[in-house]
Antibody, heavy 120, light 112 residues
Framework: QITLKESGPTLVKPTQTLTLTCTFS??????????VGWIRQPPGKALEWLAL???????RYSPSLKSRLTITKDTSKNQVVLTMTNMDPVDTATYYC????????????WGQGTLVTVSS | QSVLTQPPSVSGAPGQRVTISCTGS?????????VHWYQQLPGTAPKLLIY???NRPSGVPDRFSGSKSGTSASLAITGLQAEDEADYYC????????????FGGGTKLTVL
């Protein structure tokens, strides 16, 4: 059974760096093809893909946010970490991590999401 | 502004059929990348509803179906039920700008 869970601060100040951790079980990020992605959703708005890391450490980023994002993995801990620099109130959103079987497959399992508010 | 365009809202009475469109371009749906659909009930995480344009994961009722043609895709829901009231999102891959995953703007389905 695949599960994912996001963790991190619920409140960050403008200009600070956000660090979110996705802890998962039921699969290994050393399995060929597998990926873990991050998707966010501002309150009342649409889903927005942020970043994805594959089993082989191939990393992909949203073109509009690439300069602010870093995604890493710790296979031994079954964790994926996303950092986002220079946070702004418009970055207030629920952040989800999700499992991807491979390639351009869908995100078939999602975490419950964690709401991050950016405010001074 | 989402890369994939969906109608903001659709509605239907119980038992009726509704469709939700998802319009892309030559760098995503039109390039041959698959379209996937997600259902998001209020206050919950998105759930995969349709994958690979027209395939249902185990446990998804056959009232839900998907199709793709050209640069567009559609989600159809037949025999509408009150529990279908949710937000629906399409998703694909876009080959522009070094490649990235893209979502539609979402469609709110109201069961009258």
């Amino acid at each position: 059974q695949i599960t994912l869970k996001e963790s991190g601060p619920t409140l960050v100040k403008p200009t600070q760096t956000l660090t979110l951790t996705c802890t998962f079980s039921g699969f290994s990020l050393s399995t060929s093809g597998v990926g873990v992605g991050w998707i966010r959703q501002p309150p009342g708005k649409a889903l927005e893909w942020l970043a994805l890391i594959y089993w082989n450490d191939d990393k992909r980023y949203s073109p509009s946010l690439k300069s602010r994002l870093t995604i890493t993995k710790d296979t031994s801990k079954n964790q994926v970490v996303l950092t986002m620099t220079n946070m702004d109130p418009v970055d207030t959103a629920t952040y989800y991590c999700a499992h991807l079987v491979g390639g351009y497959d869908p995100f078939d399992y999602w975490g419950q999401g964690t709401l991050v508010t950016v405010s001074s | 502004q989402s890369v994939l365009t969906q109608p903001p809202s659709v509605s239907g009475a119980p038992g009726q059929r509704v469709t939700i469109s998802c319009t892309g371009s030559s760098s995503n749906i039109g390039a041959g990348y698959d379209v996937h659909w997600y259902q998001q009930l209020p206050g919950t995480a998105p759930k995969l509803l349709i994958y690979g344009n027209s395939n249902r994961p185990s446990g998804v009722p056959d009232r839900f179906s998907g199709s793709k043609s050209g640069t567009s895709a559609s989600l159809a829901i037949t025999g509408l039920q009150a529990e279908d009231e949710a937000d629906y999102y399409c998703q694909s891959y876009d080959s522009s700008l070094s490649g990235h995953w893209v979502f539609g703007g979402g469609t709110k389905l109201t069961v009258l």
